[in-house]
């Protein structure tokens, strides 16, 4: 019989610092899931390398929480504070990060990395703590016949594809890179999810629009912020298109760049494929995403609860849960295994600190009394849609 175990490793007002889940399913096996909150590298200086040593360090702790190493982690969120309106500025500090990352992993912890990444500047306001330059989000999994890389985790009997995210950047039929299509937004995004996603998942048996569970859209807004809704709405119509009737959970967002600084459009998708795994789908649709997705498979489901905007943190949390209820659990709090938290930043730096302040104030006040899920936060130029002022997503975990 199946069996869920979530352990909530020393827990704060509003994030524990590791979530560790323990899996049983109906055929005995067993698998660990560690997924530490969001990490900083703040107690060392303001440079990137020594920034991304004391991050490292953070994070095998959270790590450590499990029993895990950075050889068991299979997906990195990388999150850059904007360093500058300047792309210039911009693709020096992502050169700079670049050649530090995989290195410097390797040389402090004696790991391969496995991982797949994605990146973004987020926003010149940067993070809950404003000494970071970057926070970094990673996921680790452990169990008998699993096996990670390449942008998958393999069970064995299916397969859970969670490829990097991508960008129009392409080689060109004569060979040169190409890092833009120009100004058609819908065609770029198009692209995207037919050459870089449907085409090379297809290789690997899966069925890009039928059995993507969760999607994540970045779109670039710095080079001209009047357009940023405009692209927002523009990229969720064409990927609402593409869909259809078999809409993912997920969440769209304006960032200040991606880093292809070329291009305006970066998703990232979720597929499962394989014996006696489905997807279940909310049947409600709301800014564009089925408002919940449920991956279950051998008596165990892992609900992905798409991006809820709004003006207060509680009043969010409290719809979240009740996806998961709706979903089949028994409710956010006690089945809440990570919420990716956001707050929308403008050119105030005071006021949006304010609104931090409040945001966190209102999350911590929902969790009263229990042990919070794990957590990462960030300042965002927006979140789904234009009257947001924040905004929460979700991934919980629970028998059934």
């Known amino acids: 019989m199946a069996k869920v175990d979530i352990v909530r490793h020393n827990p704060g007002a509003v994030f524990c610092s590791t979530c560790e889940v323990v899996i049983t399913d109906d055929a005995h096996n067993i698998v660990r899931l560690v997924e530490p909150s969001g990490n900083v590298g703040t107690q060392y200086a303001k440079e990137l390398g020594s920034q991304w040593f004391g991050t490292i360090e953070n994070l095998n702790k959270g790590l450590a929480f499990g029993g895990l190493t950075w050889g068991d982690v299979y997906k990195t969120d990388v999150l850059w504070t904007t360093p500058s309106a300047d792309p210039d500025a911009c693709d020096v500090y992502k050169n700079d990060f670049n050649g530090v990352y995989g290195a410097m992993i390797q040389a402090v912890t004696g790991c391969s990395l496995s991982s797949n990444r994605m990146a973004r500047f987020t926003h010149a306001e940067g993070f809950p703590d404003p000494e970071a330059l ?3 989000q990673i996921k680790a999994i452990e169990g008998h016949n699993v096996t990670i890389g390449g942008g998958k985790i393999d069970y064995g009997d299916w397969v859970d594809h969670q ?3 991508a960008s129009v950047m392409h080689k060109g039929a004569d060979g040169n890179m190409v890092t833009t299509l120009g100004d ?3 065609r770029e995004t198009e692209f995207i999810l037919v050459e870089q996603y449907e085409k090379k998942l297809a290789a690997q048996g899966v069925d890009f629009r039928t059995q993507t569970a ?3 859209v970045l779109v670039a807004v710095d080079d001209d912020p009047d357009q940023t809704w ?3 709405e523009t990229v969720r119509n064409t990927v609402a298109d593409y869909f259809g009737d078999s809409r993912p959970a997920g ?8 880093p ?5 459009v970066e998703p990232e998708p979720r597929c499962v494929v394989g014996d006696g795994v489905t997807i279940d789908r909310s049947g409600e649709v709301v800014d564009g995403f089925s408002t ?6 051998s008596g165990v489901s892992e609900v992905i609860v798409s991006g809820v905007g709004g003006d207060n943190g509680a009043v969010i949390l409290d719809t979240i849960d009740g996806y998961v209820r709706e979903a089949g659990g028994v409710g956010l709090k006690e089945d809440g295994v990570f919420n990716n938290a956001y707050v929308v930043a403008g050119a105030d730096s005071e006021v949006s600190r304010e609104r931090l302040t409040s945001f966190n104030g209102l999350f911590s006040g929902y969790y009263e009394g229990v042990v919070p899920a794990g957590r990462t936060a960030q300042f965002v130029p927006g979140f789904m849609r234009e009257d947001c002022i924040c905004g929460i997503s979700n991934r919980s975990i629970f028998v059934g």
Do not use: C, H, M, Q
Not at 260 to 264: I, K, P
């Open 260 to 264: 292809n600084l070329d291009g305006y």
């Open 214 to 216: 969760w999607l994540e």
């Open 230 to 232: 405009t692209r927002v």
């Open 134 to 136: 970057f926070e970094v």
């Open 184 to 186: 058609d937004l819908a």
């Open 292 to 297: 919940w997705t449920a991956i279950r498979r």
């Open 251 to 258: 969440k769209i967002y304006p960032v200040s760049r991606i």
């Open 163 to 165: 490829p990097s995210g």
